[in-house]
């Protein structure tokens, strides 16, 4: 080892001087043996051992025989899927564009008046805007018609035994397994998206664990087809990452050549853990922003406020929001997610929706 290593170092220094000449000795050092890659288990072999700790875990026998008994083999489209997930290439200002569509705006405004009573409930009792959780449900399942079709086991299975992201797929199966011991659904009627994220709130098994309401009050934490279960949750995620009711998320707002660059030159970044997070400046007061330049759309000046907010840059468009926009990234860490879900919310309950109640009156 050490010779490797006096080869290693040797090569290092000698870079400047003749790349060229500079190769680690073609010799395999004792304890350095060429070894066969670790045998990968065989999915039924896998599923074995799933099956042990599933019970080892206090899940019910006939839970286990009844979900894993019948996987037969990973199930190709979820790996295909994984493989195959497409890259972010439109820009922040394209991909609201194509979310904010009429015939979404439209639907989510009949879909706001069609539950305006339960979302009012929902917000008042958890402190969450109805528009906003409206919108969360619009985005995540397009408002309650599309939350997925593929069994939430197989597939939680399938990309727990393959190795790309296996630690975390095995924790969510365990607690999707979990879910199912409780007995809030039955593993029938458990599907989701190909990555496991169940219902029309998508919630991965461990955020249900943890945030899934059972708002009408039968037993059951249904975020399959209960709406005020659905809403319920959305609202207990937001809350339970900060959401502060009489808040706003935040506004569209002008900026200048000339206050972009002021931006750039003065104001620091945010730190975050995620990308999103850091991509946008650190808070500072309102009037700290009218004083650097920043406007309403129309050059009206900013509300007189004592909130603070970050400031947030496509390149067209641009955005000043508040601490609440942080639980939105929490849902899904991604700018052009979290605006969305804020502007979509600032439509559906626009004074627009109003001759569709009186219509309903």
């Given at each position: 080892m050490r010779a490797l290593r006096a080869a290693l170092t040797d090569c290092t220094t000698s870079v400047l001087i003749v790349a060229a000449a500079c190769v680690v000795p073609a010799f395999t050092p004792p304890g350095l043996e060429a070894r066969e890659p670790?045998?990968?288990?065989?999915?039924?072999?896998?599923?074995?051992?799933?099956?042990?700790?599933?019970l080892s875990r206090g899940i019910r026998q006939e839970i286990v025989d009844q979900t894993l008994s019948n996987i037969e083999e990973p199930l190709p489209t979820v790996l295909d899927s994984d493989r195959r997930q497409a890259e972010v290439t439109l820009s922040l200002d394209a991909y609201i564009t194509r979310i904010l569509t009429p015939s979404r705006i439209a639907t989510g405004r009949e879909k706001y008046v069609e539950n305006r009573a339960l979302l009012d409930e929902v917000g008042a009792k958890y402190g969450v805007a109805p528009r906003v959780i409206a919108s969360i449900w619009g985005i995540e399942s397009a408002f309650g018609r599309q939350s997925?079709?593929?069994?939430?086991?197989?597939?939680?299975?399938?990309?727990?035994?393959?190795?790309?992201?296996?630690?975390?797929?095995?924790?969510?199966?365990?607690?999707?397994?979990?879910?199912?011991?409780?007995?809030?659904?039955?593993?029938?009627?458990?599907?989701?998206?190909?990555?496991?994220?169940?219902?029309?709130?998508?919630?991965?098994?461990?955020?249900?664990l943890k945030f899934a309401e059972d708002f009408d009050g039968d037993g059951r934490r249904d975020i399959w087809s209960t709406p005020g279960d659905v809403f319920a949750s959305i609202a207990n995620y937001l809350k339970g990452h900060g959401w502060r009711a009489d808040e706003a998320w935040g506004r569209e707002v002008q900026v200048s050549p000339a206050t972009a660059k002021r931006v750039i030159r003065d104001v620091e970044r945010r730190d975050g853990s995620c990308r999103a997070m850091r991509d946008m400046t650190a808070a500072l007061p309102l009037s700290r922003w009218q004083?650097?330049?920043?406007?309403?759309?129309?050059?009206?000046?900013?509300?007189?406020?004592?909130?603070?907010?970050?400031?947030?840059?496509?390149?067209?468009?641009?955005?000043?929001?508040?601490?609440?926009?942080?639980?939105?990234?929490?849902?899904?860490?991604?700018?052009s997610y979290a605006l969305s879900v804020g502007l979509l919310g600032d439509r559906i309950s626009a004074p627009a929706a109003a001759p569709a109640l009186r219509r309903r009156r």
């Open positions: 670790p045998t990968r288990p065989s999915f039924s072999e896998w599923l074995d051992g799933v099956r042990a700790e599933a997925g079709t593929h069994p939430a086991i197989a597939a939680l299975a399938t990309l727990a035994w393959d190795p790309r992201r296996a630690t975390f797929f095995r924790n969510e199966l365990f607690n999707a397994l979990e879910i199912l011991n409780r007995g809030d659904i039955d593993a029938e009627h458990m599907k989701g998206s190909w990555a496991g994220a169940m219902g029309q709130t998508q919630f991965m098994p461990s955020s249900y004083a650097l330049g920043v406007r309403l759309p129309g050059g009206k000046p900013l509300p007189k406020s004592d909130l603070d907010a970050s400031l947030i840059s496509g390149k067209a468009r641009h955005f000043l929001v508040y601490r609440n926009y942080d639980a939105i990234l929490e849902y899904n860490c991604a700018h």
